[in-house]
């Protein structure tokens, strides 16, 4: 199986700055999601991405799928304490085989300071 | 509307002893999932049922992990005998359709095997 990358790893920001979180694919997506996760829960679904260009937006997060639908960024605006959690980027399984191959990425560890 | 049921939520167990973990899906999801996720890493999918069948079972360890959806509703997974390297968090997921527009995640059963 192939792994999404993301980065950075890890990510510490001061409440009211902007920051971006990338997932990349050595392979075409057919879509891929974004989720939050905090310790010891699951994971709660933020954004689908489909079509190549396509770009979503909620509350102050919005993501992004670049045109070759390789890679994706999500943007959060103005952070706060709120957004605190790990982000994951994961692969939509469907539109043939490939994409059951990728796994999650490893994940983005956001850690806001008031 | 009830989320997706996991149980139990922990498991501690001795290696090459068996372990079940139990699923239920929220009501009408046709798609349920079963995702592996080791510390530090993304969740890997080990199974994908859609109803009663499998859509696919590629990362699935099929000398030690069985799963099953017989009703087509709750699932089970087992691993039997368990190894070390099987201690991870087991996320149970669903969706309405094998489309997954969106896709629901239970909050997990963490199990360590010493």
């Known amino acids: 199986s192939q792994e999404l990358e993301q980065s950075p790893q890890s990510l510490i920001v001061q409440e009211g700055k902007n920051l971006t979180i990338n997932c990349t694919s050595s392979k075409t997506l057919y879509g891929l999601y974004w989720y939050k996760q905090k310790y010891g829960e699951g994971l709660i679904f933020l954004m689908m991405l489909q079509k190549g260009g396509e770009e979503k937006s909620h509350e102050k997060i919005t993501a992004k799928l670049d045109e070759k639908k390789q890679q994706s960024s999500l943007h959060i605006t103005a952070s706060q304490p709120s957004h605190a959690g790990i982000y994951l980027c994961?692969?939509?399984?469907?539109?043939?085989?490939?994409?059951?191959?990728?796994?999650f990425g490893k994940g983005t560890l956001l850690t806001v300071n008031p | 509307e009830a989320g997706v049921a996991q149980s139990p939520r922990y498991k501690i167990i001795e290696k090459r002893q068996s372990v079940a973990f139990w699923c239920n899906p929220i009501?009408?999801?046709?798609?349920l999932y079963w995702y592996q996720q080791i510390l530090g890493q993304g969740p890997k999918l080990l199974i994908q049922?859609?109803?009663?069948?499998?859509?696919?079972d590629s990362q699935l360890p099929k000398d030690r992990f069985s799963a099953e959806r017989l009703k087509g509703v709750d699932s089970t997974l087992k691993i039997q005998p368990a190894k070390l390297e099987d201690s991870a968090v087991y996320l149970c997921a669903s969706s309405k359709s094998v489309l997954q527009e969106t896709q629901y995640f239970g909050p997990g059963t963490r199990l360590l095997v010493l």
């Open positions: 009501s009408g999801h046709a798609t």
């Open positions: 049922f859609q109803n009663n069948g499998v859509v696919d």
């Open positions: 994961g692969p939509r399984l469907v539109g043939g085989g490939s994409n059951y191959k990728l796994t």
